[in-house]
């Protein structure tokens, strides 16, 4: 199947840092991605969905000017969590549905946030 | 609004067993189902993608049945080993194109 990475994996800040995860679809265009947030033994919630050379679109609840999604390549998406805090802890998740596919979805590993 | 739910949350077996996970949904306008394996601190593995016109796939020692009209499928896992130890995730594309997912079924294979 196609691959999905993300960098980093894992990531450890202060509060009221910012930190960027990258989303690359390595082997397929990607017209949409998907970021999702993942608590402890829960399963994901949506944040936003993201199409490549437009805004992003986000689910209600999320807040856009603290999660900056920017798509800017076929390959590439990235998330910025803006002014970090401890509840912003978690587990976020990329996926990527390839152009042209048949709407199947492919996951990244994940990056682990920790904010102190 | 679609929602999934899997059934049981939890499930522990000894090695060897075949099982079944469950996984229902409320809206059967689906466009297909999808099946992912998650280890702890992990990412999502698609396991089997299942097209509405569909009624199962295979993989291995996996089968997974949909009977979209009752909203409901099934995964099925013959002759279970510790590897299969893992969270099982269920998933259905409606035709707004987005993924709903179910809670998950945590799953204990013991030697």
Same mark, same amino acid.
């Given at each position: 199947?196609?691959?999905?990475? &993300?960098? $980093?994996?894992?990531?450890?800040?202060?509060?009221?840092?910012?930190?960027?995860?990258?989303?690359?679809?390595?082997?397929? &265009?990607?017209?949409?991605?998907?970021?999702?947030?993942?608590? $402890?033994?829960?399963?994901?919630?949506?944040?936003?969905?993201?199409?490549?050379?437009?805004?992003?679109?986000?689910? &209600?609840?999320?807040?856009?000017?603290?999660?900056?999604?920017?798509?800017?390549?076929?390959?590439?998406?990235?998330?910025?969590?803006?002014?970090?805090?401890?509840?912003?802890?978690?587990?976020?998740?990329?996926?990527?549905?390839?152009?042209?596919?048949?709407?199947? &979805?492919?996951?990244? $590993?994940?990056?682990?946030?920790?904010?102190? | 609004? /679609?929602?999934?739910?899997?059934?049981?949350?939890?499930?522990?077996?000894?090695?060897?067993?075949?099982?079944?996970?469950?996984?229902?949904?409320?809206?059967? *306008?689906?466009?297909?189902?999808?099946?992912? %394996? /998650?280890?702890?601190?992990?990412?999502?593995?698609?396991?089997?993608?299942?097209?509405?016109?569909?009624?199962? /796939?295979?993989?291995?020692?996996?089968?997974?049945?949909?009977?979209?009209?009752?909203? %409901?499928?099934?995964?099925?896992?013959?002759?279970?080993?510790?590897?299969?130890? *893992?969270?099982?995730?269920?998933?259905? %594309?409606?035709?707004?194109?987005?993924?709903?997912?179910?809670?998950?079924?945590?799953?204990?294979?013991?030697?």
């Amino acid at each position: 199947g196609a691959v999905v990475s &993300q960098h $980093p994996s894992r990531v450890i800040c202060k509060s009221g840092t910012s930190v960027k995860i990258e989303c690359r679809s390595l082997d397929f &265009q990607a017209t949409t991605m998907f970021w999702y947030r993942q608590f $402890p033994k829960k399963s994901l919630m949506l944040m936003a969905t993201s199409n490549e050379g437009s805004k992003a679109t986000y689910e &209600q609840g999320v807040e856009k000017d603290k999660f900056l999604i920017n798509h800017a390549s076929l390959t590439l998406s990235t998330l910025t969590v803006t002014s970090a805090h401890p509840e912003d802890s978690s587990f976020y998740i990329c996926s990527a549905r390839e152009q042209g596919g048949h709407n199947e &979805q492919f996951f990244g $590993p994940g990056t682990r946030l920790t904010v102190l | 609004k /679609q929602e999934v739910t899997q059934i049981p949350a939890a499930l522990s077996v000894p090695e060897g067993e075949n099982l079944v996970l469950n996984c229902s949904f409320t809206d059967s *306008a689906i466009y297909n189902l999808q099946w992912f %394996r /998650q280890d702890p601190g992990k990412g999502l593995t698609s396991l089997l993608l299942i097209q509405s016109s569909q009624r199962e /796939q295979t993989s291995g020692r996996l089968n997974a049945s949909l009977d979209k009209s009752s909203g %409901r499928s099934t995964l099925y896992i013959a002759a279970s080993q510790p590897g299969d130890s *893992a969270t099982y995730l269920c998933a259905v %594309r409606n035709a707004g194109n987005m993924l709903t997912f179910g809670g998950g079924t945590r799953l204990m294979v013991k030697p």
